[in-house]
């Protein structure tokens, strides 16, 4: 799904409706808005273009109501966020938000997800991948290793939606379906990304900044990389405790675990009683999610860079 600035109602191909976010930018157009969510090459400096301007936004299309007329401020590292549950939110980047290039502020990213948590859909800091068993939304702190292992998914001739940042929602039967937010991977510079690279065609990528990542462009909804699609298990990736062994091992974990995981990858805020319309909706996705998709905690081994297709072949089939 896109942001639609102009107030263009837009299809949400997860729920099947016409979603529109009305977005009024003071000091950023719409060109730059997108290509900071969709990993536009020009490089945007956010401190000139929000620097004591707001952003406004409202889901005029949204199912749930306005609980209450009086906007809470809520104070973040990097910014301001006022709202209302159930209704439209404003915030003010901060002069001293320094975040590097490509990378929304957190009180821009919270303002778009209680938009979209109205109709019952997260963000998630998740990656995606749909094998021949089904789609797999993998949760995982950040430098966890999701890239490294949607580049080896890719590696074994699975598809990749996205190695971070998806929306997750239910689709008219009630299934759940994710969609990717941004077409572009961000890879850290690591022995993996390197080897796992080798193994693959050649993608557009640039520098970002003067950190050690690279953006790699991701293709128009293509059989490697699809927009969207369903999902069936649900991954809890976690960092190996120690020496990073061969083989990867999955562990099927409780409903509970896989409950705390899913809240901290959106924005706990959101289920916080300041946000009982928010809430409400995302738990009725949660619920949906955890009853159709068996949830294991995971630690990768060597095998999926090494031998991707024959360590992939043991995930699929051996779960």
């Known amino acids: 799904m896109k942001i639609q600035p102009d107030s263009t109602p837009g299809q949400c191909r997860i729920c099947g409706d016409r979603i529109r976010f009305d977005i009024a930018l003071k000091g950023l157009d719409a060109a730059q808005l997108n290509a900071l969510l969709h990993g536009g090459n020009e490089q945007v400096d956010w401190l000139q273009l929000v620097r004591e301007n707001g952003i406004w936004a409202d889901n005029p299309d949204s199912t749930t109501q306005t609980d209450s007329d009086q906007p809470i401020t809520h104070d973040l590292e990097d910014g301001r966020f006022d709202s209302t549950s159930g209704g439209p939110g404003q915030v003010i980047v901060e002069a001293h938000h320094q975040k590097p290039v490509n990378l929304l502020p957190q009180s821009l990213h919270l303002l778009l997800a209680q938009q979209w948590a109205r109709s019952g859909i997260l963000t998630l800091h998740a990656a995606a991948i749909l094998t021949p068993n089904g789609g797999i939304l993998v949760i995982g702190p950040r430098g966890g290793g999701k890239s490294v292992l949607t580049l080896s998914a890719l590696a074994a001739s699975f598809g990749v939606i996205s190695d971070d940042w998806i929306l997750l929602g239910k689709d008219k039967e009630d299934h ?130 090494e031998e991707p297709r024959e360590g992939w072949a043991k995930l699929v089939h051996g779960t």
């Not at 462009?217 to 298990?233: M, S, V, Y």
């Open 176 to 305: 759940i379906q994710v969609e990717r937010l941004r077409p572009f991977m961000m890879l850290r510079q690591s022995w993996a990304a390197d080897q796992l690279r080798t193994r693959l065609p050649r993608l557009a990528s640039r520098q970002v900044g003067d950190r050690p990542k690279q953006l790699i462009r991701l293709p128009e909804n293509t059989k490697r990389f699809p927009i969207g699609g369903p999902i069936n298990q649900l991954w809890l990736l976690n960092r190996p405790r120690s020496a990073r062994g061969h083989q990867t091992r999955l562990t099927p974990t409780s409903q509970s675990t896989a409950l705390a995981r899913v809240v901290e990858a959106n924005m706990p805020l959101l289920f916080s009683k300041a946000f009982p319309t928010e809430h409400s909706a995302l738990m009725g996705t949660i619920k949906a999610l955890l009853k159709d998709a068996p949830a294991y905690e995971v630690e990768t081994g060597t095998d999926i860079v």
